[in-house]
């Protein structure tokens, strides 16, 4: 049974930083992809970030490049997701996402990912 668990959402000012944990269990994760998606208030769920464990390749919605970066650490099993120059547009409800695959391709479809945690909320104030 794949558990996923966030933490580190909370209230920053535009500018900011913060760094989203994501803890993964339940099995070996070497074959997966790991995802974070974001809902704003009002508005659909959205890709923002995917790393293939393995090899740790990324890749990322437009809007965040260059501010958010996607890493894993195999041996503590957490995917992180670092935010640097956030913006109030930021704010919404994190969540990781994973799914099993040996692809070469980047997921960034809701519906790709088989496995979701609860969500962490970050909010940017301005």
């Known amino acids: 049974q794949v558990q996923l668990v966030e933490s580190g959402g909370g209230l920053v000012q535009a500018g900011g930083s913060l760094r989203l944990s994501c803890a993964a269990s339940?099995?070996?994760?070497?074959?997966?992809?790991m995802g974070w998606f974001r809902q704003a208030p009002g508005k659909e769920r959205e890709f923002v970030a995917t790393i293939r464990w393995g090899i740790g390749s990324t890749y990322y919605v437009d809007s965040v490049k260059g501010r958010f970066t996607i890493s894993r650490d195999s041996a503590k099993n957490t995917v992180y997701l670092q935010m640097n120059s956030l913006i109030p547009e930021d704010t919404a409800i994190y969540y990781c996402?994973?799914?099993?695959?040996?692809?070469?391709?980047?997921?960034?479809?809701?519906?790709?990912?088989?496995?979701w945690g609860q969500g962490t909320q970050v909010t940017v104030s301005s």
């Open positions: 996402a994973a799914k099993p695959s040996p692809s070469s391709l980047y997921y960034t479809r809701l519906r790709d990912y088989d496995y």
């Open positions: 339940g099995r070996s994760f070497s074959n997966y992809h």
